[in-house]
């Protein structure tokens, strides 16, 4: 999928002059959420966002169709007096593809947030990651460029980061999700660099090494069945040791991928914190 | 719609494309936003807009004070940021329905004051804090 500026259909749930209330307010709202719109409900003495230049759905029970004016951007009303939440739904949604608003539900948001209270810009992550997730702005500020890249449910990146800066809010655990950042937290976070310096200071090639050890036990098995087994074994215990989805390290590329993907995310890092000339 | 009422503007997430926000929290806060009678907005899931930067988050996150209920107000402020569209720290303040109960929820979000809570720099909290 590629991501772009595309603004979500905001719904309009209008309950104001001229409107009837909403029988199935909560019905109706849910299924729209849940097919992914942003719905305003208007009503009593709370403000809510200014018109902008979003493609915009005014819902309500009209008696009388109002008319809204001074913004730039596409606006319809519609009279859902005779619908039920389901009809309501599937109105707003055929609205959504006529005004080319953003369709939302084929991808789950999985992708690091980065904390930049706590960034340092060490680009760790950079030379990290393999799958081009991160990058420089203008002005060699690290920052996430390519959300859709990133593994779902994968949060290895966070673990090398030395500040606990790497958040990816749908996760399970803290820091990680965003909690509070512990003293406790930081001295793994710590230690978990350390190790993988002492290791090499490559992860990958930590994990290839241990991958390729294991294939050459496991080519030497005459039972398939039991080599399948030991195979799984391992990867279960690579999967734990990072958190890392067996899926994930499944997909990995080949070695020589690795490596040059690596080098390639390596020379990014350290073209981003050379000196500017 | 007002720009300049005396209340702050609520905004709720429905966390739709993940289930680490307890269901029945969201439901009760979602259904006690829609009996209030007062306006609110809500959107399907504030990560999936982030990642977009879906120019929406800048309306949400303008125009002054702001309750959000949602997650984490650091993984909020951060979601924002990447947007492009930066959470004012004075005037925000985040619900989070990951660890409150929904009455806790509820009580803060029709709250008259508004309790700050997005943090405005690096912090991090003793493992065994001082009784």
Same mark, same amino acid.
């Given at each position: 999928?590629?991501?772009?500026?595309?603004?979500?259909?905001?719904?309009? =749930?209008?309950?104001?002059? @001229?409107?009837? +209330?909403?029988?199935?307010?909560? &019905?109706?709202? #849910?299924?729209? /959420?849940? %097919?992914?719109?942003? =719905?305003?409900?208007?009503? @009593?003495?709370? +403000?809510?966002?200014?018109?902008? &230049?979003?493609? #915009?759905?005014? /819902?309500? %029970?009209?008696?009388?169709?109002?008319?809204?004016? @001074?913004?730039?951007?596409?606006?319809?009303?519609?009279?859902?007096? #005779?619908?039920?939440?389901?009809?309501?739904?599937?109105?707003?949604?055929?609205?959504?593809?006529?005004?080319?608003?953003?369709?939302?539900?084929?991808?789950?948001?999985?992708?690091?947030?980065?904390?930049?209270?706590?960034?340092?810009?060490?680009?760790?992550?950079?030379?990290?990651?393999?799958?081009?997730?991160?990058?420089?702005?203008?002005?060699?500020?690290?920052?996430?460029?390519?959300?859709?890249?990133?593994?779902?449910?994968?949060?290895?990146?966070?673990?090398?980061?030395?500040?606990?800066?790497?958040?990816?809010?749908?996760?399970?655990?803290?820091?990680?999700?965003?909690?509070?950042?512990?003293?406790?937290?930081?001295?793994?976070?710590?230690?978990?660099?350390?190790?993988?310096?002492?290791?090499?200071?490559?992860?990958?090639?930590?994990?290839?090494?241990?991958?390729?050890?294991?294939?050459?036990?496991?080519?030497?098995?005459?039972?398939?069945?039991?080599?399948?087994?030991?195979?799984?074994?391992?990867?279960?215990?690579?999967?734990?040791?990072?958190?890392?989805?067996?899926?994930?390290?499944?997909?990995?590329?080949?070695?020589?991928?690795?490596?040059?993907?690596?080098?390639?995310?390596?020379?990014?890092?350290?073209?981003?914190?050379?000196?500017?000339? | 719609?007002?720009?300049?009422?005396?209340?702050?503007?609520?905004?709720?997430?429905?966390?739709?494309?993940?289930?680490?926000?307890?269901?029945?929290?969201?439901?009760?806060?979602?259904?006690?936003?829609?009996?209030?009678?007062?306006?609110?907005?809500?959107?399907?899931?504030?990560?999936?807009?982030?990642?977009?930067?879906?120019?929406?988050?800048?309306?949400?996150?303008?125009?002054?004070?702001?309750?959000?209920?949602?997650?984490?107000?650091?993984?909020?402020?951060?979601?924002?940021?990447?947007?492009?569209?930066?959470?004012?720290?004075?005037?925000?303040?985040?619900?989070?329905?990951?660890?409150?109960?929904?009455?806790?929820?509820?009580?803060?979000?029709?709250?008259?004051?508004?309790?700050?809570?997005?943090?405005?720099?690096?912090?991090?909290?003793?493992?065994?804090?001082?009784?």
């Amino acid at each position: 999928m590629a991501l772009r500026d595309s603004s979500a259909l905001r719904v309009i =749930v209008y309950e104001g002059p @001229g409107s009837d +209330p909403l029988p199935e307010r909560l &019905a109706t709202i #849910t299924a729209l /959420l849940e %097919r992914g719109h942003a =719905v305003t409900r208007t009503g @009593g003495d709370r +403000p809510v966002a200014p018109a902008d &230049a979003a493609p #915009t759905l005014v /819902l309500g %029970r009209f008696a009388q169709a109002p008319e809204f004016s @001074g913004t730039t951007a596409e606006w319809r009303v519609r009279d859902i007096t #005779t619908l039920n939440s389901a009809q309501i739904a599937d109105v707003v949604e055929s609205t959504r593809a006529e005004l080319g608003a953003a369709r939302h539900g084929e991808w789950k948001p999985w992708f690091p947030v980065i904390d930049y209270d706590r960034c340092t810009n060490c680009m760790q992550c950079l030379s990290f990651c393999l799958f081009g997730v991160y990058g420089v702005d203008g002005e060699r500020q690290i920052q996430v460029q390519n959300q859709d890249n990133c593994k779902t449910n994968c949060p290895a990146c966070s673990r090398v980061c030395p500040e606990a800066a790497i958040m990816f809010p749908k996760y399970k655990a803290g820091p990680i999700n965003g909690d509070i950042v512990s003293d406790a937290d930081l001295q793994k976070e710590k230690m978990k660099v350390d190790i993988s310096a002492l290791l090499g200071g490559d992860v990958y090639s930590m994990l290839r090494l241990r991958s390729d050890k294991a294939r050459s036990r496991f080519s030497k098995e005459r039972d398939s069945d039991k080599a399948l087994t030991e195979r799984q074994k391992c990867l279960v215990k690579l999967a734990e040791s990072g958190d890392i989805p067996p899926e994930v390290l499944m997909s990995l590329p080949s070695p020589e991928e690795i490596a040059r993907r690596a080098e390639e995310a390596a020379a990014k890092a350290r073209a981003a914190l050379e000196p500017l000339g | 719609m007002s720009e300049t009422a005396p209340h702050p503007r609520l905004l709720y997430c429905h966390c739709q494309y993940a289930q680490v926000v307890p269901k029945e929290v969201k439901a009760a806060v979602l259904e006690q936003l829609c009996q209030s009678g007062t306006a609110f907005e809500a959107v399907a899931d504030l990560c999936e807009m982030a990642a977009r930067r879906d120019p929406a988050l800048k309306r949400l996150a303008g125009t002054g004070a702001v309750k959000i209920a949602a997650c984490f107000p650091r993984a909020v402020k951060g979601l924002f940021h990447q947007a492009d569209a930066d959470l004012d720290p004075q005037s925000t303040e985040v619900l989070n329905m990951r660890t409150l109960a929904a009455g806790e929820v509820c009580a803060r979000l029709f709250a008259t004051d508004l309790a700050a809570n997005v943090p405005t720099k690096a912090s991090t909290k003793p493992e065994n804090p001082a009784p």
